[in-house]
């Protein structure tokens, strides 16, 4: 029996009591400790700092082509930028759109661009009575912030072990023509670290759609990003393939960048996709720009020239992040586990730990938290419109703070969250 589940309604209270009085002594502390975003820590970043030095003279400004990525020009990226960022789609330099540095940019314009132009020909989703989307939940906060900033409805897909719910997707977008498009975080997801199965990628590749332009966006965020690395069950097959081999090859957009890599202000990021996409998207993107920055592109290519640099690289960033994640999940084990209250992820890779507490808590722990000097991802952030129906999910952000810091923030947080258990189980005794 969980440890929680058999209480008196006095033993309820005097536990309540008890962990009011934590909290009070967390709170004396003055505590100021912040997971609201999967930010790197310094010494993740300090990793990358030889790119601040790689330009230094005029002759190192030249790509391999012979531009000079001092001036304007090269819409799409240049050859090196397109080779380093192929790694990361899992696709080939042709393939590849190299843009500014944040993907968020790229799938809010690649939006845009089927809301205004449409896609291939089909209709401008701006002209249409409605747009939907699929959305795997608990997801992305900056996806559904994209979509709501458009005016397109946001329909909720659960998530499974292996990927969303694909009975539910295929049973949305046979019978829907309005539903237009899906996001997707196939690795290590935001936020619950699972890695889409071969199956579900390939059903997402098959699936008939009522809508002869749906669109996967795949935003692979967190291809390279392991802490124990990368093993078989980590494998994933890749979306463009599998359009391919199922006769749909202009059904995906991929994306990436470099914003957890290297610096996330100052990366670089790319679209990999079919080539009549491809052209289609650097035509109109023609009146947008001229080109990005092509320094920073090429001081990017130079620093992680090849698959096994990036590797190198990347199990670097694990040496600093796996033991977050291993505190993460031994305090939460040891502090909560047996009690009937709460059930988390352990992931593999990515940059979050996914939380759900009993139904009713999340708001709450997240405002005791709060109150004790503990910034956490809002409650609800993890649902379309900011609105978990059970209120029970929150994610957790381990990566910024360090070892210490975090250690304390996750003991302010499992008080908060036995708080917010019992505060229930007294309403309902």
Known sequence: MDAFSGMSSQEICEALDRERTAHAGFQALGLSLNMARGKPAAAQLDLSSPLLTMLQAREDCFSEDGTDCRNYGVIDGIPEAKRMMAH???????????????SLSIMHDAIARCLHFGCLGSDPWSTLPQVRFLCPVPGYDRHFAILEHFGIEMLPVPMTDEGPDMDVVEQAVSSDATVKGIW???????????????????????MRCAADDFRIFWDNAYGVHHLYGPGKQDALLDIGVACREAGAPDRYLKFASTSKITFPGAGVAAMATSPANRDEAKRLCGAQMIGHDKLNQLRHARFLPDAQTIAAHMAAHADIMRPKFQLVEHILSEELGGLGIATWTDPRGGYFVSFDGLPGTAKRTVELAREAGVILTSAGATWPYGEDPRDANIRIAPTMPTLDELERALAVFCCCVRIAALEVMAERA
């Open 88 to 102: 990361l789609l899992d696709d080939v330099p042709e393939n590849v759109f190299v843009f500014g540095n944040a």
């Open 184 to 206: 997707c975080v196939p690795k290590y997801s935001n936020p619950t670290g699972v890695t889409y199965s071969n199956e579900t990628v390939r059903r997402l590749a098959q």
